[in-house]
């Protein structure tokens, strides 16, 4: 078997460590990260430990370190979990299936918040995070940009879907938080110095709080506006 230089668990997780030998085991990889996204989703990461797992499982920490290690690759394996089905596309043009990849994603994280305190450690090696890398590269295989570009493109598809679920995160469910702002600024913002924000809020962009799938949506198109003109650009060339 090939050295693949990864964690035990990662490797594992992609089917190249060869079968173990002896009774069949109780537990498997698959039960232990099932169990430790069930913690995470009900209580979130701070309650997450290899012995609240074990004890979701009926079994000890120390049988769990058969299959995972470390803590740290749990976690790995835990966010690449969530990204099951993020690569679910219907299209096979590059702009539909590039919409449908980041709203998988974004999908993904809000029904799993705490993934986005779990730190970007390095690039993806997990077999359903690199199944979304995968998907975007044949949605954008046609067009003419540069190996480079497709990569950054879908980089910046995945990082705009962490960014809405990290502030969905940390902002909650704070109420009329846009009113509440405006009134903010109206109170403390001098005209003299603030002529163009303050002409904002005599509109009615403050009045209310947009639906969380507004600004994504929004700024979604207009990376694939982008991206479109790009790729109409070197298609003349």
């Known amino acids: 078997m090939t050295d693949t230089g990864l964690p035990a668990s990662i490797a594992a997780a992609w089917g190249v460590l060869p079968p173990s030998r002896g009774p069949k085991r109780a537990l498997s990889l698959d039960r232990i990260v099932t169990a430790a996204v069930a913690v995470a989703d009900a209580d979130g990461l701070?309650?997450?430990?290899?012995?609240?797992?074990?004890?979701?499982?009926?079994?000890?920490?120390?049988?769990?370190?058969?299959?995972?290690?470390?803590?740290?690759?749990?976690?790995?394996?835990?966010?690449?979990?969530?990204?099951v089905d993020a690569a679910a596309v219907t299209s096979p043009d590059w702009r539909p299936a590039l919409t449908e990849l980041a709203w998988g994603c974004l999908r993904a994280y809000r029904a799993h918040p705490w993934a986005?305190?779990?730190?970007?450690?390095?690039?993806?090696?997990?077999?359903?995070?690199?199944?979304?890398?995968?998907?975007?590269?044949?949605?954008?295989?046609?067009t003419p940009?540069?190996?480079?570009?497709?990569?950054?493109?879908?980089?910046?598809?995945?990082?705009?879907?962490?960014?809405?679920?990290?502030?969905?995160?940390?902002?909650?469910n704070p109420g009329d938080l846009m009113p509440t702002y405006a009134q903010t600024l109206r109170q403390i913002l001098p005209p003299q110095d603030f002529p163009h924000l303050l002409s904002i809020l005599t509109t009615d962009v403050m009045t209310q709080d947009d639906h969380p799938d507004v600004e994504f949506a929004w700024s979604l198109a207009r990376i694939l506006d982008g991206l479109a003109a790009l790729i109409e650009a070197k298609s003349g060339q």
Do not use: C
């Not at 540069?146 to 902002?171: F, P, Q, V, Y």
């Open 116 to 142: 986005v305190r779990i730190p970007i450690s390095g690039p993806p090696v997990t077999p359903h995070q690199l199944r979304w890398l995968e998907t975007g590269l044949a949605a954008l295989s046609p």
């Open 46 to 83: 701070d309650a997450l430990s290899m012995s609240r797992v074990a004890g979701e499982l009926g079994t000890s920490a120390m049988s769990l370190y058969r299959y995972v290690s470390a803590k740290d690759e749990l976690l790995t394996l835990m966010t690449d979990a969530i990204f």
């Open 145 to 172: 940009l540069t190996a480079a570009e497709k990569m950054s493109a879908l980089l910046l598809l995945s990082g705009i879907a962490r960014n809405d679920a990290t502030l969905a995160h940390d902002l909650g």
